[in-house]
């Protein structure tokens, strides 16, 4: 054993992973063990563990969440093909339609964090059962506005009632990240992996089967189908879903957990990441009107991206959990997504034709590269605030879910905006090469972030259960020091 550590069979909770025997010294070994050598065995010990199967319990919680994820983003994105001219006939013009739209995202962004301070107080089930009821309601709402006398009353109203819906869905997403952090410790990413399909599946499925829904009963029928299948839903989570809050009223602390390195590096990946995901909604018809494609076929063109994404973000989910390596992953789908923006433009500086088979592939491997940036970061935060001290506790995952929400929903209200905008004023390719760049930059950074973790990442802050008790040992070690050998 000389030069090693040997192990008892206490329990900790560290990073989060089901986790490790915490260093026990034997005399001899206590003046060698440092700071660094504790917190690199306990590293090293992470590393080794591996994620565990899910339990029949959980099977249920996990497709509870599912389906709440796929109505949130069904009633999203069921408006997309008939509203802009129903709105118009009712008076409103392309700029109110455009605001309509993003004042969705936005609330989402600014209500999120506040809903992350809510939950340690009445529980990540409240939060999100309330949420999805409310959006499901509105959403019935939204389907009768037509009924209001045109210009300022129907756009008032319409902005009333999508800020309100935006509410319950930023109440209902940090429900559900919440709970994933709770119930999935073990298995983060391949549980976000898995639910993040049936949010690309409810992206997917909301325009088309909308826009069959309008074309057979009208303007409501979309949105009190989709209302009422939400409600269904939030029924049967209601006896599914765990009741879970703090005791003592708890909540996280949102500065802190900004002070930490690693939650920085991962919010600008999120926040670029979805903003380059949102970004090809309202830009890439233009593009391809070049081809003289068919509506469906420009549909399908969608899909490619957008079902490329779903697929493939539980294999990156899972292999996040498995090999533990979040920020490879993350630094591989930054530099694959700049080839992506690069060829779908195509950019300038490639000098090179736009072509549809160009295009379609460079689509596939956005969306296989956006899920790799995006997909480790929410289990990544959560380990970094655990590793940099704060408590794992439901206040500490609801804080960080909600400003993993906040992010995404800025980056969803960034990327359509200022990208329509560039869009419109530089074209496609130079804009497209713009987010070539920051997926660049971003690359760099975490490159850079990586190197000074690795070598410098014995100074950062250690937890307080490992700071007390490499204090506890530091003191003993002079009390051993000090004793005599015969007493």
């Known amino acids: 054993m000389e030069g090693r550590i040997r192990r008892s069979s206490t329990r900790i909770s560290f990073t989060g992973y089901d986790i490790l025997d915490y260093p026990a010294l034997s005399p001899p070994e206590r003046t060698e063990a440092t700071t660094t050598e504790l917190v690199r065995s306990v590293e090293d010990d992470d590393k080794q563990t591996t994620p ?58 600014v209500c999120s964090p506040l809903f992350g301070k809510l939950i340690p107080i009445v529980g990540a089930k409240v939060v999100f059962l309330v949420g999805s009821f409310v959006g499901g309601s509105t959403c019935i709402v939204f389907g009768f506005l037509t009924h209001l006398p045109s210009g300022t009353p129907f756009i008032a109203a319409c902005f009333a009632v ?95 957990l900004l002070k930490i390195p690693p939650v920085i590096m991962t919010s600008i990946c999120v926040l670029v990441g979805f903003m380059g995901i949102s970004f090809l909604d309202p830009t890439l018809a233009d593009h391809l009107s070049q081809f003289n494609l068919t509506t469906t076929q420009v549909g399908l063109m969608f899909l490619i991206n957008s079902g490329t994404y779903a697929i493939s973000a539980f294999f990156w989910g899972w292999l996040t959990d498995k090999f533990n390596i979040p920020k490879l992953l993350m630094l591989i789908g930054n530099i694959a997504s700049i080839a992506g923006y690069l060829y779908v433009g195509p950019s300038p500086l490639l000098n090179m034709k736009s072509s549809l088979p160009v295009t379609a592939v460079a689509l596939v491997m956005l969306g296989l590269s956006l899920a790799a940036s995006v997909l480790p970061t929410f289990n990544e935060m959560i380990s970094a605030a655990s590793l940099y001290g704060m408590e794992e506790s439901i206040g500490t995952y609801s804080i960080v879910s909600g400003l993993f929400s906040g992010l995404f929903s800025l980056g969803n209200f960034l990327g359509p905006t200022v990208g329509s905008y560039l869009a419109g004023n530089i074209g496609f390719d130079k804009t497209a090469t713009i987010l070539a760049g920051m997926c660049a930059v971003v690359a760099i950074l975490l490159t850079l972030f990586c190197l000074w973790e690795y070598r410098c990442g014995g100074q950062r802050r250690l937890p307080s259960n490992i700071q007390s008790r490499t204090l506890d040992i530091q003191n003993q070690n002079v009390d051993d020091e000090k004793r005599p050998l015969l007493s």
Not at 91 to 98: D, K, L, M, Q
Not at 182 to 193: P, Q
């Open 52 to 109: 565990r199967g899910y339990t029949k319990r959980e099977y249920f919680i996990l497709i509870s969440l599912c389906l709440a994820n796929l109505s949130d983003f069904l009633m999203y994105s069921v408006l997309a093909p008939f509203f802009p001219t129903e709105a118009g006939k009712k008076g409103a013009g392309s700029f109110e339609v455009g605001l309509i739209f993003g004042v969705y995202a936005f609330t989402v962004f």
């Open 162 to 256: 999508r800020i309100v819906e935006a509410i319950g869905a930023a109440a209902s997403s940090v429900g559900a990240y919440a709970i994933i952090a709770k119930t999935f410790r073990h298995n983060i990413a391949t549980a976000f992996g898995t639910i993040e399909i049936f949010c690309g599946l409810g992206l997917m499925i909301g325009p088309p089967v909308g826009g069959a829904l309008y074309e057979a009963g009208g303007y409501p029928l979309p949105f009190v189908v989709w209302g009422v299948f939400t409600i269904l839903v939030v029924f049967v989570n209601f006896f599914i879903v765990p009741h879970d809050r703090d005791p003592d009223h708890r909540t996280g602390s949102m500065i802190q």
